[in-house]
């Protein structure tokens, strides 16, 4: 194999605290994989053997790279097509895999980020984000997933399946007095009616998507982060503090119904297959789960089939709802076996619940 020698290329996150994101060089050969760069200018060398989940990326118009190292998931992404088919031999010939990704709808991810918002009937929320209250802000950052919850196999996804279903962790959303009703026919309008109808409510009583629901103070998300376990699987959550407990008893009122579970996990999966290019069947298969939990609180889960035309295996959304005292914590997964996941998804439910059944319960 001769050494293959590439320009231009970017990297997230760095090799060392401060190191080199940008105009940086990638070398590879028979030893391994090369990043130089940085001034004064420094090769970080990898060999083949400590290089896992290899994949490469290719857009209309740029190329990303990425790579398991040390249990850290590295994304070098490239603005151009130069060299895609070299790099393409090089990592089909170490294992890995070779996609292509298709333009996400813009307008789309946006709503389907704010259909997340709405539980609590927070749409508007996500558009007017205004100064947040330290305390509690810092309380619900507190309670989301962090790579230190998970097994050494998981990693930060780069391009994750969930997400037109999870806001950014960047993304703080504020409460604001004001709600935008759905208009209908609109994206909005089919998930919201495909789960009332799902539940048996109407869209005037229902907390979830409808008229009834309250908004929380901030919402907030953690990462999505993906693992090449169970066939492949991805898991994040979205925390929200709530002004009073009352607001939450209300909610929660709703939630307790024998179907929610299912509902909700079916309403997701709208989402998350038309975020994706993906046609919607006329019946997605869906269930209930209640995750088994060993602290006093409240957990609501369902799953449900992602199988759709065009697609050759079948994935699992896992959707499951965590509430006690001011929060209400949804937990958003992707498996491709419920069978052999479904105790690793117990235990992300038990570890958000120990955190917002306990106010000194802090993520690390």
């Not at 789960?289 to 089939?305: D, E, I, K, N």
């Amino acid at each position: 194999m001769t050494t293959l020698r590439s320009e231009g290329w970017s990297v997230r996150p760095t090799f060392v605290p401060g190191g080199p994101t940008r105009d940086l060089s990638l070398w590879c050969d028979e030893a391994g994989l090369t990043q130089i760069g940085g001034d004064p200018v420094v090769a970080w060398q990898t060999p083949w053997l400590e290089i896992g989940a290899l994949q490469l990326v290719r857009t209309s118009r740029a190329m990303a790279l990425l790579a398991t190292i040390d249990a850290v998931r590295y994304c070098w992404r490239r603005g151009s097509l130069e060299d895609f088919e070299a790099w393409r031999a090089v990592v089909l010939t170490h294992g890995g895999t070779v996609t292509r990704q298709r333009p996400r709808a813009g307008v789309l991810a946006v709503v389907a980020m704010v259909l997340l918002a709405s539980f609590g009937g927070a749409i508007a929320a996500w558009f007017n984000r205004g100064s947040a209250k330290s305390a509690e802000l810092v309380g619900a950052r507190a309670v989301n997933l962090t790579l230190a919850d998970l097994p050494s196999s998981w990693y930060v996804s780069p391009n994750p399946l969930l997400a037109n279903l999870v806001p950014p962790s960047s993304q703080v959303i504020v409460a604001t007095p004001t709600t935008l009703a759905p208009k209908a026919g609109s994206f909005f309008d089919k998930v919201a009616t495909t789960f009332q109808s799902c539940l048996g409510v109407s869209a005037r009583a229902d907390r979830v998507y409808g008229a009834a629901g309250q908004q929380p103070d901030f919402q907030v998300s953690s990462n999505v982060f993906a693992t090449t376990d169970f066939g492949g699987a991805e898991v994040a959550s979205t925390t929200q503090y709530y002004a009073t407990t009352t607001m939450v008893r209300r909610d929660r009122a709703e939630m307790s119904r024998t179907n929610f579970g299912s509902c909700l996990a079916t309403s997701s999966a709208v989402i998350v297959l038309t975020g994706n290019h993906l046609r919607v069947p006329s019946h997605v298969a869906a269930s209930n789960w209640r995750p088994v939990t060993f602290l006093h609180g409240f957990a609501r889960g369902g799953v449900a089939s992602l199988a759709a035309p065009g697609v050759a295996s079948s994935l699992q959304l896992v959707m499951a709802v965590v509430v006690s005292g001011h929060y209400e914590v949804t937990v958003s997964g992707v498996t491709s076996s419920w069978t052999k996941s479904e105790s690793f998804f117990n235990g992300v439910v038990n570890t958000v619940l120990a955190r917002v059944s306990s106010t000194s319960a802090t993520a690390v």
